[in-house]
């Protein structure tokens, strides 16, 4: 296969190494914020919004998550409440 050059002084052949040595530093640090614990934001039956630690399963018909995905802090999750349980 061809090397080539976009005449910026390196090959493509050089640079998968270069961006994985590079890459693999934050791909490890972004593991661990969201290994641990989150905060999700559930409207329960009652239309009431509260925060909690663990998430709901796809299998609960009585809750319902709302919000991000995952909050990283509690006050961050208890922010946003205000926001999407109007």
Not at 1 to 27: C, D, E, H, Y
Not at 28 to 42: E, L, R
Not at 47 to 73: I, L, N, Q, R, S
């Amino acid at each position: 296969m061809p090397q080539t050059n976009f005449g910026v002084g390196f090959s493509m052949k050089g640079l998968a190494p270069w961006l994985t040595l590079k890459l693999k530093p934050l791909r490890a640090g972004a593991a661990p914020a969201f290994a641990g614990k989150g905060f999700y934001i559930v409207r329960g039956p009652d239309k009431k919004c509260t925060v909690v630690e663990t998430a709901p399963m796809a299998t609960e018909t009585t809750v319902t998550k709302v919000g991000k995905d995952v909050y990283v802090t509690r006050e961050e999750a208890e922010a946003d409440v205000a926001v999407v349980c109007k």
